[in-house]
């Protein structure tokens, strides 16, 4: 069974401050991949990333990055110099690949308010 | 390129009525999934299908049911609703190409509140 845990259910910070959001997942596959999708209060939700499970290297995108280690079975999501636009609920999500067949396990989401 | 699109935005429903929710991938999208999101359980995988094909299903009764389009359109219905049933339904669509996994891309969803 696939699990994705993200423990800090809200976080608070004020404008410019850089904020971490942490996700633990689980999986026995071998082969997968690991996303962060961003729900804003409209409800849709927005893909930020996806990483494969053979791909360890960190990614940065503007004032967001992204920390994948294998070995603590983590996909941390790091915002730099956060804004009131980023206030939203954050989602980590892992899919692997059985035969043709895939669906997004979701973690329960963190958060995110970004005080002026 | 337009997203994918979700209709209706929003809908009441009474206690043991049906409900068909549409959505429409984006362009060239084959493989359509269906995620249900309430505050108690999360965001949770209902079912995908491929080529009017479903190919996977998640751990919903058989209240809940799919089907996809040639055009890859997809309609989700759940008949007999019950007031557990209000959520968000999101649709998700991508592309598919061989046995790929690609990035799912989410509709606005639709709002569905069970009186």
């Known amino acids: 069974a696939q699990k994705v845990t993200q423990a800090q259910t809200e976080i608070s910070v004020v404008e410019k401050e850089d904020v971490t959001l942490d996700c633990v997942y689980e999986t026995r596959d071998t082969t997968y991949y690991l996303f962060w999708y961003k729900q804003p209060p409209s409800g849709e939700l927005v893909f930020l990333i996806r990483?494969?499970?053979?791909?360890?290297q960190n990614e940065i995108s503007g004032r967001y990055s992204w920390n994948f280690q294998k070995s603590t079975s983590s996909f941390n999501f790091t915002i730099t110099a956060s804004q009131v636009v980023d206030s939203a609920v954050y989602f980590c999500a892992l899919s692997a690949i059985r035969g043709s067949a895939r669906q997004l396990t979701f973690g329960s989401g963190t958060q995110l308010t970004v005080l002026p | 390129k337009a997203g994918v699109t979700q209709t209706p935005r929003y809908l009441i429903k009474t206690r043991g009525q049906q409900v068909t929710l549409s959505c429409s991938p984006i362009s060239g999208h084959r493989s359509v999934s269906w995620y249900q999101q309430t505050p108690g359980q999360g965001l949770q995988f209902l079912f995908e299908?491929?080529?009017?094909?479903?190919?996977n299903k998640g751990n919903f009764p058989g209240r809940f049911s799919g089907r996809q389009f040639s055009n890859s359109r997809s309609e989700m219905n759940v008949s007999t609703l019950e007031l557990g049933d209000s959520a968000l339904y999101l649709c998700?669509?991508?592309?598919?190409?061989?046995?790929?996994?690609?990035?799912?891309?989410f509709g606005p969803g639709t709002r569905l509140t069970v009186l």
């Open positions: 299908y491929f080529s009017e094909t479903q190919r």
């Open positions: 990483r494969n499970s053979f791909d360890e």
């Open positions: 998700a669509s991508s592309l598919e190409q061989g046995a790929r996994s690609d990035t799912q891309y």
